[in-house]
């Protein structure tokens, strides 16, 4: 039981971390200590989708299934659980473009906010 639960921590935190890394600049604006954090994220899942990797906490989950007896599953975390939106297979250009387009959404975030009025 207890590695069940285990794993569905690491599931809900695994989807927070996701959505961190693509709103994250947003909470950034209203905690500008998280930064250098979210750009780290972002980089990292950036590397994630370019070198198709498996994250760490896909595989924390599935050794917590298999000990909770559960099995685990051979795809991807959000293959795994988002597979009931995506009805067709999506090649992997298609995941690094749109991981390119959250870091440049970020980015434009970030540079709109550092702007300095212009003196005069």
């Not at 599931?11 to 780290?40: D, E």
């Not at 595989?59 to 298999?66: G, I, K, S």
């Not at 067709?88 to 250009?93: A, T």
């Not at 690094?96 to 975030?109: E, K, P, Q």
Request: proline content about 3%.
């Amino acid at each position: 039981m207890l590695y069940r639960w285990a794993a569905d921590l690491t599931v809900l935190f695994h989807f927070l971390f996701i959505l961190f890394v693509i709103f994250g600049a947003l909470l950034v604006a209203r905690l500008p200590w998280l930064k250098t954090i979210h750009w780290a994220a972002l980089g990292y899942g950036l590397l994630v989708e370019v070198f198709n990797w498996y994250c760490p906490l896909t595989l924390l989950e599935q050794w917590l299934r298999r000990a909770a007896g559960q099995g685990g599953y051979d795809r991807s975390f959000l293959v795994h659980y988002l597979d009931w939106l995506i009805y067709w297979n999506v090649p992997q250009w298609t995941l690094v473009t749109g991981a390119i387009v959250v870091v440049l959404a970020n980015a434009a975030f970030y540079s709109r906010g550092n702007r300095q009025p212009a003196s005069g």
